[in-house]
């Protein structure tokens, strides 16, 4: 498998993420498609995606010492009603919730977040949102749900007027409010990632539902009383590897499945440092564990998490988006080879992207659309 593009794994699984297979050249099949990234390392980790509402009309709104009555541009949504959405998991078809408008800010974690106990938890819960720095250990939330897509793309129109053609045809449903609104299961996220790193789509559902049904034995008269659940870190990690790789997986996968769950099982890793940690504690983090790699973890802070300022120099797509907005030809850059950065150094797509912070998973997601990098975002 080539490791410059996304397969069909690696949309299939990371807290988010799902997709099938991607090309820079693939035709347009209509408002129900959605665009992704290309991966450029040998960790193919899930990718997630979307949901999400109109945002409501500007209004006066005041969080956290921070108010404003500047219009917000808001971009028509063609998929407003077709039923779209994704719960983070491969074959999850359970809708979510209806949008609730919460506090948020770009650098934090904005999806609801589900333990392993069965609990939601958000970075802002209303009892706190109050409270200073110095007790919650987060900054004060800067905006809300409502108002996150509208303000990044405002944002981005007014760094670079020439974007506003592409915001206007395409509406970001990852960072809507009804998209910020999907309940992550981080460890089921990031488990459904490695499980489909380097298989087909089919594959990756086939070997997770196997991996469930573990966990899960169906009684001796065939009935089940409710879906299957997936497995806690606790139960995983109390498992043996050759138990695990009944489900399909490889020793490689199997053994990285388990250190994942043991980092989950001891707390090293957990729902609430997701939540509070910074963009690069959270990279610090996850890539510390085996099986997850750079592209990996930044795919699942963006399109999982919800956090609003990655940005995937490694990805192969966005060079190829940011040069065609930049006026290059990407077909003659792609004749000519250059490795891994054929299309843009990596300096050049550091200081080009620089001025759309805190947005710039939001500018990342629109590179990919301007090179009409292709994947059906949700498979259930």
């Known amino acids: 498998m080539s490791s410059r593009r996304v397969t069909r794994n690696a949309a299939k ?7 099938p297979s991607i090309s820079s050249k693939s035709k347009k099949t209509g408002a129900n498609r959605q665009h992704l990234p290309s991966r450029s390392e040998k960790n193919d980790e899930p990718l997630i995606i979307q949901n999400g509402a109109t945002n409501p009309p500007s209004k006066r709104i005041k969080i956290k010492h921070v108010e404003t009555t500047e219009s917000i541009f808001v971009p028509a949504d063609p998929l407003a009603s077709n039923g779209s959405y994704s719960t983070g998991d491969i074959d ?77 045809k395409n509406h970001c449903r990852i960072f809507a409010p009804e998209g910020l609104e999907e309940e992550i299961d981080p460890f089921r996220s990031l488990s459904s990632g490695i499980m489909a790193q380097q298989v087909s789509g089919a594959a990756a559902k086939s070997i997770k539902n196997k991996f469930v049904a573990l966990f899960n034995p169906v009684p001796e008269d065939g009935s089940l009383q409710q879906p299957p659940g997936f497995p806690t870190p606790t139960m995983v990690a109390a498992c043996e ?40 504690e959270v990279l610090e ?21 919800k956090r609003m300022d990655v940005f995937s120099t490694g990805d192969l797509g966005v060079q190829r988006g940011m040069a065609a907005f930049m006026g290059k030809d990407v077909r003659k850059l792609k004749g000519k080879g250059g490795g891994k950065w054929k299309y843009m150094s990596e300096q050049d797509m550091l200081e080009h992207s620089a001025k759309f912070a805190p947005y ?17 975002a949700v498979q259930n």
């Open 92 to 168: 999850d078809a359970t809708p979510p919730p209806l949008p609730v408008d919460r506090p948020a800010e770009p650098h934090r974690t904005n999806a609801p977040l589900k333990t392993p106990g069965g609990s939601r938890v958000t970075t802002y819960p209303r009892e706190n949102v109050d409270s200073s720095p110095s007790k919650t250990s987060v900054p004060r939330p800067t905006t809300t749900t409502g108002r996150l897509l509208s303000e990044g793309c405002a944002h981005l129109i007014k760094v670079e007027p020439r974007l506003k053609e592409v915001i206007e």
């Open 285 to 305: 983090k996850l890539t510390a564990v085996r099986g997850l790699g750079k592209w990996s973890v930044e795919m699942f802070s963006c399109f999982g998490l």
């Open 13 to 19: 699984a990371v807290s988010g993420i799902s997709s």
């Open 360 to 376: 710039r998973s939001l500018f990342m997601w629109y590179m990919w659309r301007i090179e009409d990098v292709n994947v059906d």
């Open 241 to 280: 590897v050759p138990f695990l790789r009944q489900a399909g997986l490889s020793a490689r996968k199997a053994e990285y499945i388990k250190g994942l769950a043991e980092k989950f099982a001891s707390g090293e890793l957990s729902a609430q440092m997701l939540l509070r940690a910074s963009d690069e």
